[in-house]
Every structure is written in C-alpha cells, then in structure tokens.
C-alpha cells in the first residue's frame, strides 16, 4: 500500500498533460494506428450499450491488477485507458503508473467526450 501512495503522490504531481489525452489526440492517434495499448475499462453491460473506440481491449477497472499480463511487457509502450467519464479510467492510470507504465494515460471525458464530438465507435457484434 505504501508503494501505491508513493505512486498516487507521484502521479499527482505530474503536469496534467503527462497523465491525461484529449479526445482529438487520441482520435488522430487511432487514425494513424499508432502504437499503443487502448483500454476500456468499462463493464461488458456498457460496451454493448454504447459500443467501444476502435482497437480497445475491455478490461473492466475491478480487473485491472489480475489481469496486468494481458498489457504489452514494455513498460515504455503508451497505454490510453477510458471509461465513460474518466472517473474510473483515471484510478486504472494511477494503478498503471504505480506498476512501472510510464506512459499511461486518461481520456479526458471519457467515451462521453468521445461521443460528444461524434467520434467514430464500433459496435459489439
């Protein structure tokens, strides 16, 4: 546990910039297909309900720990997490960083900024 504040200390102290993607960044960054990890960290219920960003792995926040391995073994890879406002993609950064991804980020607004803005979203299937 103490490890785990020494890392939300350090998380928190970051520049915002550092810990958090704008929806249009990450948009062009899916439009590119760069490299990186996207997370959704929503429930099953919720995916189908609205769909998911392209190339999104599902990973609900509650599972985030057990299932670490499923993340790229390169710490340096960018991971993008998102739920529906932030909230709880933000506790999955904090965690992130505090196991060693140095570039874990937050969608701002969550998939509510995405929709917002009208950004594409697949469907379950």
């Known amino acids: 546990m103490k490890s785990f504040c020494i890392s939300m ?8 910039e550092e810990t958090v993607i704008e929806p249009e960044e990450l948009l062009q960054k899916v439009t590119m297909k760069e490299r990186l990890s996207l997370i ?36 340096d890879t960018p991971v993008i ?18 196991y060693g991804y140095r570039n874990a980020r937050n ?3 969550g998939i509510h900024g995405w929709q917002d803005r009208h950004y594409p979203l697949r469907k379950m299937a």
């Open 9 to 16: 200390e350090a998380f928190l102290a970051t520049p915002h």
């Open 40 to 75: 959704d960290v929503r429930e099953p219920k919720e995916l189908e309900q609205t769909g998911f960003i392209e190339g999104a792995v599902n990973i609900p926040v509650r599972e985030i720990a057990r299932r670490i391995d499923e993340l790229p073994k390169d710490l």
């Open 81 to 98: 997490v998102y739920c529906a406002s932030g909230h709880r993609s933000s506790h999955a950064a904090v965690y992130l960083r505090a």
């Open 107 to 109: 969608l701002e607004y």
